[in-house]
């Protein structure tokens, strides 16, 4: 079998996890002026309420991205999907129509609830995808959230030359015609042979990390998911306002700036992970994409010319390669009643990694931009550079370990 064609089922996946990654990326070229405009604070207050924001934001995918994704091994993909693509349009409504901080904070909230779904799309490609060719199939799920990535940034760079709220209404719009696309085209995938009983113990993150942890690997595997995310996340937490600081780019630059990145991200995860997985196979591209973020992260806060800044965009990129690849390992380790859960854990895994990351990367920003220091606005690279070797050190010391998981 290959890899499942792309007809409508297949590209409601995508454009849903294209606007999920889009409710994390739409906000950022926006977000010092929006914080400013509705808390009146300076760079360093916006870029600490920043953090706040994406925590919460995090924080609901972490606690509720196993609890759908364990649901929809119970009674489904297509419900959970299109329940939370509705949610999603309310929340970009209040987003554009708010002008106060609480409420904003709130709808983050709503919006990080919705978006942790993305771990249900998962587990909908892979009832989709034969087990050999999944970890090709998650690089189609990767290339979707660069697409997002890149369309995220881009619009909210783009529209906010006409405001700050402008990008909301776009993104509302782009995820209410999509739950219709969903409501005419999206079949269910998961097999009723293949369902098993919500359990609720095991419905939220950490009961269901208990339940996977005692298959082999899967504990060293999000270990190291979990340093690489929080490492990765060092772009969404702090980008907008280091280019801001290090080279006083505007919205629309940084928009365009993330939008090169996503669109590096999406070629990585679309194209070139297929020739890396043939020459490499899975465990020499986790190490080959660990390699490339450490060299981006290493260089990134010593540059001081934008324009070779952006140059370093593909190399970050391909940072990206880890996680299709480990997400195979650990996929195939485990049944088709499973892989909503492994999905949920995943991704649950990812957005713990994101509460974390920026209350790190943008605590450490402001302390190397506080008035009265010399400043240095790369210092959160740095912070990602020691995660990334500790990552590569774990996966080093047991490969093999992981790879017969």
């Not at 952006?310 to 892989?339: E, H, I, K």
């Amino acid at each position: 079998m290959a890899l499942p064609k792309l007809q409508l089922p297949v590209v409601f996946l995508l454009v849903t996890v294209a606007i999920d990654a889009m409710g994390i990326g739409l906000i950022l070229p926006v977000m010092p002026d929006l914080i400013s405009e509705v808390s009146h604070r300076g760079l360093s207050g916006a870029a600490v309420w920043g953090g706040v924001l994406a925590t919460a934001y995090a924080m609901m995918q972490f606690l509720f991205a196993p609890f759908l994704g364990a649901l929809s091994d119970a009674v489904g993909r297509r419900r959970i999907l299109l329940a939370t693509l509705g949610l999603m349009v309310v929340d970009y409504v209040v987003m554009a129509m708010t002008n106060d901080l609480t409420v904003l904070l709130i709808a983050r909230i709503i919006g990080g609830f919705a978006a942790a779904t993305h771990s249900t799309a998962f587990a909908a490609m892979a009832d989709l995808s034969p087990p050999e060719k999944r970890t090709q199939s998650f690089g189609l799920i990767g290339a979707a959230f660069g697409l997002g990535f890149v369309l995220g940034p881009t619009i909210g760079g783009l529209l906010g030359e006409f405001g700050t709220r402008a990008p909301f209404w776009l993104a509302g719009a782009l995820a209410a015609a999509n739950t219709l696309l969903g409501l005419a085209a999206f079949p269910e995938t998961h097999k009723q042979e293949n369902r098993r009983p919500f359990n609720l113990r095991e419905a939220n993150p950490f009961g269901a990390f208990k339940a996977l942890s005692r298959m082999p690997g899967i504990t060293r595997g999000m270990s190291i998911m979990f340093l690489y995310h929080v490492a990765f996340a060092v772009y969404p937490a702090v980008w907008s306002f280091f280019g801001h600081a290090r080279f006083g780019w505007s919205a629309s630059i940084i928009g365009i700036s993330l939008g090169i990145f996503g669109l590096s991200y999406a070629a990585v995860q679309a194209g070139i992970i297929r020739l890396l997985l043939r020459w490499f196979g899975e465990g020499g591209t986790a190490v080959f994409g660990l390699l490339c973020a450490g060299t981006a992260f290493a260089l990134i806060p010593f540059i001081d010319n934008g324009m070779t800044v952006l140059a370093l965009t593909p190399v970050a990129a391909m940072g990206g390669t880890l996680g299709p690849a480990m997400q195979g390992m650990m996929s195939r380790s485990l049944t088709p009643d499973r892989q909503g859960a492994l999905q949920g854990v995943l991704s649950s895994t990812a957005a713990l990694a994101s509460v974390v990351s920026p209350l790190i990367m943008t605590s450490v920003f402001a302390a190397y931009t506080a008035p009265g220091r010399d400043p240095f606005p790369g210092a959160p690279f740095l912070v990602s550079l020691a995660l990334i070797f500790v990552a590569l050190g774990l996966f080093l010391t047991r490969e093999k370990q992981i790879l017969s998981s």
